[in-house]
């Protein structure tokens, strides 16, 4: 695990990930808070883009909790059988939709807890609707996060939690809203798991991770 970088090298990070794409976005396909809760929730374990071309026909027809309660288990099964455990994905979806109707009057809730409380949605899961939909300056960190930020420095931690709270506490606050974005896509593209493509790296100077490639 490399160390924390300090304050100046963090602020010349995140100025280069800004003037690279100033607005970075999620590539989960979405239509409104509650189509990004489902389409988080099924992304656990699958990509983004088997996530989008499951969910495409699905997002047409179904795009609040009642409506998927009047879907039911079984269409939901037919629309994301592609998807890895899509049968638990299923029956977590199905009771996270009465949950929010009974509980929220079909309301998706803004607040972390009451979005864990819900079959199906970790804190990450949590994280990413804050940030995505409402703004909140939340660090949903997953493998990309967690792999770039001990590799480089840029927010080391032993676990998930501990990275995410890495980056809130060091972070320029300025760069926070979009930090995890960068940072996903930095791994999902640049900082890969087997072999980081280091030459085409926009931060390689400054990061700490000690076997680069050439």
Not at 158 to 163: G, I, P, S, Y
Not at 180 to 185: E, G, M, Q, V
Request: hydrophobic share 40%.
């Amino acid at each position: 695990m490399a160390k924390q970088m300090d304050y100046p090298t963090l602020r010349e990070i995140f100025t280069r990930f800004q003037a690279s794409e100033a607005e970075p976005k999620g590539e989960l396909n979405h239509t409104n808070a509650y189509t990004l809760v489902v389409a988080v929730a099924l992304s656990a374990q699958a990509t983004d883009a088997g996530v989008n071309k499951a969910t495409e026909k699905l997002f047409e027809i179904v795009d609040t909790p009642q409506k998927m309660l009047d879907l039911g288990e079984e269409q939901l099964i037919e629309h994301i059988k592609t998807i890895g455990l899509f049968r638990q994905k299923a029956k977590n979806v199905m009771k996270a939709a009465r949950i929010l109707v009974d509980t929220y009057g079909g309301e998706v809730p803004n607040s972390r807890a009451a979005l864990e409380g819900l079959p199906g949605v970790g804190r990450k899961t949590a994280n990413v609707v804050l940030n995505m939909w409402w703004g909140h300056p939340s660090q949903a960190v997953d493998t990309h996060i967690f792999r770039v930020g001990n590799r480089s420095g840029i927010c080391p931690g032993k676990d998930v939690v501990a990275v995410e709270r890495a980056i809130e506490d060091h972070i320029p606050v300025d760069f926070q809203h979009h930090a995890h974005h960068w940072l996903i896509l930095h791994g999902r593209y640049i900082c890969v798991a087997r072999k980081p493509k280091c030459k085409a790296c926009i931060i390689n100077d400054l990061c700490q991770f000690e076997e680069k490639t050439e």
